[in-house]
């Protein structure tokens, strides 16, 4: 999977409760694929890169585990979005909250080719509690299942992810993250100036590391952010009806046929 030469747009996939999780319904399973399947389907026919399948629920734990039902699941969802997708349109994992290093193993297991780590350095608080990371741990598992062909991105300045304890530079949290072994780190803002500000520390602090937004893209904003940034995560602007109500193919295909005709 590249990270750097165009720019690269993912679409976001927002499950349904998975099995193993408090707000899991019956059918849930069939729903989360059937849901997975069909945003890829139209996110591939609007030319999108490839997709993050992201793990939905009203509440999180904050350790890095998951339940064993809950990671089945998830890979048994990514495994047939590979298979109707196709080998060429990559694939990403995101077990929420952080669940690092069984995100890494549903990616390696079922075809994924990257994983998004809402903490891979650092601390930050969340809604259920402070969510701390654990490099090595990540890491050292890494190692152990040989998953150094799945790519690491790590939030580092995001929705999910804000330095806890101290005023730390976003370009230093990048830096911090590309030693503990990120390939490329995702950040946004809601207001344009902002985000770019971030973006030009991150260049800075850490020349090589690819960018990727993390939201808050639109049809109006996307070529001037992503004249700066290597790719991004797309979600609410694709979607039908707003946040989780699935993906639109034509609202893709405008996205991107702008961000290529002006940015290549």
Request: proline residues 5%; neutral net charge.
């Amino acid at each position: 999977m590249r990270l750097t030469g165009g720019k690269l747009l993912l679409g976001m996939i927002h499950l349904p409760p998975l099995p193993g999780t408090p707000f899991a319904t019956p059918g849930s399973l069939r729903e989360a694929i059937g849901t997975g399947v069909r945003s890829a389907l139209a996110l591939r026919a609007g030319g999108a890169d490839g997709c993050l399948v992201q793990t939905v629920d009203r509440v999180y734990g904050v350790a890095d585990e998951c339940d064993p039902a809950r990671s089945t699941a998830m890979g048994m969802v990514v495994a047939e979005i590979r298979r109707a997708a196709g080998d060429d349109f990559p694939v990403g994992v995101q077990i929420m909250r952080n669940a690092a290093r069984a995100s890494l193993a549903v990616a390696k297991v079922a075809g994924g080719s990257f994983v998004r780590l809402g903490a891979l350095v650092g601390a930050t608080m969340s809604p259920q509690g402070l969510v701390r990371a654990d490099p090595q741990k990540v890491m050292a598992y890494r190692r152990q299942i040989d998953a150094w062909d799945v790519k690491v991105i790590a939030d580092i300045d995001s929705m999910h992810f804000r330095w806890h304890g101290s005023d730390l530079p976003t370009g230093q949290v990048a830096r911090h993250a590309e030693t503990a072994g990120a390939d490329a780190v995702t950040l946004c803002h809601p207001d344009v100036e902002t985000a770019l500000a971030k973006i030009a520390q991150v260049r800075a602090a850490a020349p090589e590391l690819p960018v990727i937004l993390a939201g808050h893209t639109d049809h109006d904003n996307a070529v001037r952010l992503l004249a700066a940034a290597d790719g991004a995560f797309v979600g609410t602007c694709w979607e039908r009806a707003g946040w989780g109500s699935g993906i639109d193919e034509e609202r893709v295909r405008t996205y991107v046929t702008k961000v290529r005709g002006e940015l290549g």
